[in-house]
């Protein structure tokens, strides 16, 4: 949201003429609307300014005086305004308040620049840049603290997002009072997912999400995602089948249950600095439901072992799908 936002904090500080002051701000620990709003303890709309004028402009421009001490205010009063919604927000029972906020635009615009600048290698890009509503998702499991599994056909690209323009829908249902509502919601676009390919990209949208919204960092994601193509091209042996991604699919929601559980609803940046997820995924990945899902499965008995691992790993659609099968000889006629 915009009170622990730093972008949103700045860019309003431009709009109001205060960005020269910036770097003195962020000296006195106020980069955010949330951090600002407590700078002081006056209170906005009481007569006397005296705790204003030494707590923060003083500190800021140096003079009681000077002109800029107005905009200052300003942007004081509407930090004040916007915590004191917030803890509105998270007290009150409503239906609309219940709802977790979105990240806002910009920030979201800043945390995805950041992550490209740090992985200047990796092209997030394209197919490979998490849809906005992703992100939101991944942003929205951190206040209620719990870890949900996104499905792959979920994990939306940002180009399409983009193209379709928002779609929404609405549907009814009681609120707290028993009356009942409209309530809308956004319609997602589904994730192509119909090759290798096509499903590690989405699987690197996830991951790019995820440390957008500061669940864990890409690179740990990265390391869980080749393991699972690791396993499922490695030959079987003779007997079994190939892992399918399938199994993957499992595999994957094995992985994210576990994790749930073991993030104990706490997924906030820990004091070190690292994203909560960071040390949990290796230790999910020892679970025996996911390594189970990660090995091979014996063959039917008589099943040819070349035709039959095959069939197994490609769950493509028909259309896409490669046959050894030689093409049906047209009789000839006498």
């Known amino acids: 949201m915009s009170l622990d936002s730093v972008a949103v904090f700045h860019q309003r500080l431009n709009q109001c003429n205060l960005g020269s002051h910036a770097a003195t701000m962020e000296g006195l620990g106020w980069s955010t609307f949330g951090t600002f709003a407590m ?34 205010q300003r942007l004081y009063f509407e930090a004040y305004t916007i915590l004191g919604e917030d803890i509105k927000r998270r007290a009150s029972k409503t239906d609309e308040d219940q709802k977790p906020q979105a990240l806002p635009e910009l920030e979201r615009i800043e945390r995805m620049k950041a992550l490209r600048e740090r992985l200047p290698g990796l092209n997030l890009r394209g197919e490979r840049e998490p849809a906005a509503y992703l992100v939101n998702r991944f942003h929205a499991m951190i206040e209620s603290g719990v870890l949900l599994y996104v499905p792959w056909d979920k994990l939306g690209r940002r180009d399409l ?159 896409f799908r490669k046959t050894d099968k030689p093409k049906a000889q047209k009789a000839k006629h006498q």
């Not at 204003?52 to 800021?60: C, M, N, P, R």
């Open 161 to 319: 997002e983009i193209q379709a323009g928002p779609r929404v829908e609405s549907y009814w249902k009681p609120d707290n009072n028993g009356a009942m509502r409209e309530y809308n919601f956004k319609v997602e676009i589904p994730a192509d997912v119909t090759t290798d390919l096509k499903l590690q990209m989405a699987l690197q949208r996830r991951g790019a999400a995820m440390e957008v919204a500061r669940l864990v960092h890409y690179e740990v994601h990265d390391g869980w995602m080749q393991t699972m193509f690791e396993n499922m091209l490695i030959d079987p042996l003779p007997g079994y089948r190939r892992v399918s991604t399938t199994q993957l699919a499992r595999a994957d929601a094995e992985l994210f249950r576990k994790l749930s559980v073991l993030a104990e609803g706490d997924l906030s940046i820990r004091p070190d600095g690292s994203y909560p997820l960071d040390n949990l995924f290796e230790i999910a990945q020892t679970d025996m439901r996911v390594v189970m899902n990660l090995m091979p499965s014996l063959l039917p008995a008589g099943a040819n072992q070349r035709e039959e691992s095959w069939q197994q790993t490609d769950d493509r659609p028909e259309k």
């Open 39 to 72: 700078a002081s303890t006056y209170v906005p709309g009481q007569p006397d300014i005296t705790p204003f004028l030494v707590d923060i402009v003083e500190k800021v421009l140096g003079d009681r005086d000077d002109s800029a001490r107005f905009a200052l």
